[in-house]
C-alpha cells in the first residue's frame, strides 16, 4: 500500500537557519503530495502541494519539488522565523480511482522548534 | 467563512462507555474524512463519505467504530464499548469533491477522546 517516510525529528534550529525535512513516498501511479502544518494549539492546514512530477509547490517562503525518480518531496526554506515552530507532515492522495480514493496517507510528522 | 466544527473539543469518558464525537463540514462540501492522530500511531484515515455514503469502512479499527452522514452535511463517529487505546485525537476533514489532483481538505480542530 502507500506509504510516507519523514526524517525523524525533532528539528532544532536557530532563527534564520536553513530547514530541510526529507520525505519520501511509496505509491503506485502518480499521486498528488502534500505539506500539512500544525501550529500549537491550531489545527492541520495545508501548507503546500504538487500534483505531477517535477512541480514545485511554494507557500511562506517553504518550497517542495515533486521528484519522481528519488519518490521524494522534501520541505526547504531558506530563513526560518520563530513562528515557524510546528509539526509538519507530508501526506500523499492517490490520483487513480478505487475505494480509497482521496484520503490522505501522512508521514509520522516533524517537530520543528526555532530559537530566537 | 466558516470552517470545519466538531464538538466536543475534548472527551472524558470511561471504559466502557460509548461516545459520539461530531463533524460539521464547510457547507456544500460532499467529501467528508474522519482521520485520527495518536502518539502511537501518528496520522492514520478512519473513513471517509461522499455524500451520505460510505464506500470504504476497512480503516476503521474495529466493530467497535461507525460513522454516519446525514443530508450529506454533519457526520458522526460513533465508539463503542470505549477502551484505553481509543485515546487520541479524532480529526475530521472535508473538501469539495471526492479525489482528483491536489484536492485540498479542510481539516476540523478535533476531539481529544480521553478513556480512563
Known amino acids: 500500500g502507500d506509504s510516507v517516510t519523514q526524517m525523524e525529528g525533532p528539528v532544532t534550529l536557530s532563527e534564520e537557519a536553513f530547514l530541510t525535512i526529507n520525505c519520501t513516498y511509496t505509491a503506485t501511479g502518480y499521486p498528488s503530495l502534500f505539506w500539512y502544518v500544525q501550529y500549537p494549539g491550531e489545527g492541520l492546514q495545508l501548507l503546500l502541494k504538487a500534483t505531477k512530477a517535477d512541480d514545485k509547490g511554494s507557500n511562506k517562503g517553504f518550497e517542495a519539488t515533486y521528484r519522481k525518480e528519488t519518490t521524494s518531496f522534501h520541505l526547504e526554506k531558506g530563513s526560518v522565523q520563530v513562528s515557524d515552530s510546528a509539526v509538519y507532515f507530508c501526506?500523499?492522495?492517490?490520483?487513480?480511482?478505487?475505494?480509497?480514493?482521496?484520503?490522505?496517507?501522512f508521514g509520522q510528522g516533524t517537530i520543528l522548534t526555532v530559537h530566537p | 467563512g466558516a470552517g470545519v466544527s466538531q464538538s466536543p473539543s475534548n472527551k472524558v469518558t470511561e471504559k466502557g462507555k460509548d461516545v459520539e464525537l461530531r463533524c460539521d463540514p464547510i457547507s456544500g462540501h460532499t467529501a467528508l474524512y474522519w482521520y485520527r492522530q495518536s502518539l502511537g500511531q501518528g496520522l492514520e484515515f478512519l473513513i471517509y463519505?461522499?455524500?451520505?455514503?460510505?464506500?470504504?469502512k476497512s480503516g476503521l479499527p474495529s466493530d467497535r467504530f461507525s460513522a454516519e452522514r446525514t443530508g450529506g452535511s454533519v457526520s458522526t463517529l460513533t465508539i463503542q464499548r470505549t477502551q484505553q487505546e481509543d485515546s487520541a485525537v479524532y480529526l475530521c476533514a472535508s473538501s469539495p469533491v471526492l479525489g482528483g489532483p491536489g484536492n485540498e481538505q479542510f481539516f476540523g480542530p478535533g476531539t481529544r477522546l480521553t478513556v480512563l
Open positions: 501526506a500523499l492522495t492517490a490520483n487513480a480511482g478505487g475505494t480509497s480514493y482521496g484520503k490522505l496517507t
Open positions: 463519505f461522499q455524500g451520505n455514503s460510505a464506500p470504504d
